[in-house]
């Protein structure tokens, strides 16, 4: 390894290219990190015989020569810092060519040296023109491009406008004027750089962890996908990133910085057992990759996103299937998700088919909610569940569902599956309006059943016996009217949905007006969760009160035990 302070137009001189590792996460510097770096080269041209001002390293390893002299490296760290200054020095050439004839002159007269930015920062000159000293990878190498060749050649830009390669651009050249230009460009002259070139023997990630120590640079995400491919030969990354990590960051999508952290802890309970902590997933994936194949490896973690993306991200194709998933997300209890994957597995290879699994995610979700309907603690799912499989074994069971359902009945105490009468008692006296599962809990009770499931999207919770009762309540409750308030309000016999539009007319407006609204008050509604107990019994109903509101908690205690049964 070789490190010097070194002229940050010294690197880009001579013949040579910085191009960027095919893995390399896409250029993501914002508008503020372009306005500060911009203000430094301002105050540096501003000030006579400034000291070197650095702005970082720029470490690289040498690729060789190729067929026209040109000499390649590869960018280990560096690549934001090279590729904004790209950018400005881009925007600068585009400032002096939309200048008249006497600007021109007497930005020359002040040293201004057009040929000097492209030859030293921009172009090889002398190569073919296509030779541009920093290249890109994805859709930012083409986006470069097309900036370049419209600056330099007056090709029409046809790269996308509404890339950080092109907004930046836009930015830094809306920033430069008459008045700054030629401090921008002194200042250029004075920026250096920490300039650490490799040799064969260094090892890059070693390095490129050291540099990117604080994690506040690249995600985690990030250094994992750089472990496991920048060790690789050049042609085996480009197998490794096109047909299996490319693949598996495009079907993550906008979720990708988001989830891949936690697919991984999923991914890495699979594999060890073990529950990583969310911050220590890449030392944790580290310790197990060691020794592994990489190839392998790639093709294992490939395969598992593909389950986990159907699972969390609902893309399952089977629509079963999906709904069960959109539910298990609906109660966002990750904990299962490990459980859920080894199955998954085995589903993919045949092993059970897709009434058993639906089956199985039907019993992690009803295990999950009868244990926040019973009050159980949710800090121990965990571990439960990355026990789960190995305690059911179903592989070496007789019946792989059986072995499921056996596991789930065998669990004691704090980790126990509630019976039915656990569960049933809770349910009816519980106040469930408090739980976050409450909406979850709602539309499971309208949809059950449904051959078209009810459309809930736009719906809202109705107390039937309002929040805040009025004296017509009041009088209607009777001498207790204050104690069955505070016992029944969040009751399940006293909620129901309606429309949202409705939920705020109905408001504390009398029962009998409640059921006669329009257009959609209890005896219409559109949801059965309201419509069936009241179109029914609307007659006999004068009254609200505990009685009727005990009667409908028990009614919809029997549809419960049906749709969250036991195993």
């Not at 017509?472 to 949202?500: C, S």
Request: aromatic content about 12%.
């Amino acid at each position: 390894m070789q490190a010097t302070a070194t002229p940050l137009v010294q690197l880009f001189g001579g013949y040579q290219q910085f191009t960027m590792p095919i893995f390399q996460r896409p250029y993501s510097w914002r508008t503020d990190h372009c306005k500060t770096l911009f203000e430094d080269i301002i105050r540096i041209g501003h000030t006579p015989n400034p000291s070197q001002h650095f702005i970082g390293s720029v470490v690289y390893l040498p690729q060789g020569m190729n067929t026209t002299g040109l000499i390649q490296y590869r960018v280990i760290d560096g690549q934001q810092r090279l590729t904004t200054v790209t950018l400005l020095v881009a925007a600068l050439v585009g400032f002096y060519r939309n200048q008249d004839n006497q600007n021109r002159v007497n930005l020359n007269n002040l040293g201004f040296n057009e040929q000097y930015l492209i030859n030293n920062y921009l172009l090889n000159a002398g190569l073919n023109p296509t030779q541009y000293k920093l290249t890109l990878t994805g859709s930012d190498s083409y986006d470069l491009i097309c900036l370049l060749n419209n600056i330099i050649t007056n090709v029409p830009y046809i790269g996308n406008g509404q890339s950080n390669i092109k907004i930046n651009y836009d930015n830094f050249g809306g920033w430069i004027t008459i008045q700054n230009v030629i401090h921008i460009y002194k200042g250029l002259t004075d920026l250096h750089i920490v300039n650490v070139m490799l040799d064969n023997n260094d090892n890059p990630q070693l390095i490129f962890e050291s540099l990117n120590s604080t994690g506040l640079d690249l995600t985690q995400a990030d250094l994992i996908r750089n472990f496991v491919l920048m060790g690789q030969q050049a042609a085996n990354q480009i197998l490794l990133y096109n047909n299996y990590w490319l693949p598996m960051e495009s079907s993550f999508g906008n979720h990708y910085e988001k989830s891949f952290n936690s697919f991984v802890r999923d991914y890495l309970t699979v594999e060890t057992g073990y529950i990583s902590k969310i911050n220590a997933v890449y030392k944790d994936f580290k310790h197990y990759a060691h020794g592994k194949g990489t190839q392998q490896l790639v093709i294992n973690i490939y395969k598992y996103s593909t389950y986990y993306i159907n699972i969390a991200l609902d893309q399952e194709p089977d629509p079963n299937l999906k709904n069960a998933f959109k539910r298990i997300s609906q109660l966002d209890v990750r904990a299962c998700y490990p459980f859920l994957l080894k199955v998954y597995d085995d589903y993919s290879a045949d092993v059970i088919n897709a009434g058993d699994f639906d089956t199985i995610v039907c019993l992690v979700e009803n295990y999950i909610f009868r244990r926040t309907i019973c009050g159980l603690p949710s800090n121990s799912l965990n571990k439960i569940f990355a026990d789960l499989y190995g305690q059911a074994d179903p592989i070496n069971g007789t019946n792989y569902l059986q072995s499921i359902k056996n596991a789930f009945s065998v669990l004691k105490d704090n980790k126990r599956f509630p019976d039915d009468t656990e569960f049933e008692t809770c349910f009816i006296t519980i106040p469930v309006y408090n739980l976050s599962s409450c909406r979850y809990m709602l539309e499971r009770l309208e949809k059950h059943g449904n051959q078209i499931y009810g459309n809930t999207t736009n719906c809202s919770i109705e107390h039937i016996m309002p929040q805040t009762l009025n004296s017509g309540w009041q009088q209607m409750l009777g001498a207790n009217w204050k104690n069955d308030h505070d016992k029944y309000i969040h009751n399940i016999g006293n909620l129901t949905l309606t429309g949202t539009s409705a939920n705020a007319a109905l408001g504390n407006i009398s029962f009998s007006n409640k059921q006669a609204f329009i257009p959609d008050g209890f005896d219409r509604s559109p949801f059965r969760l309201t419509y069936d107990y009241f179109s029914l019994r609307s007659s006999h109903i004068q009254n609200w009160n505990a009685t009727y509101i005990e009667q409908r908690a028990n009614i919809l205690s029997k549809r419960a035990l049906t749709i969250w049964f036991g195993p």
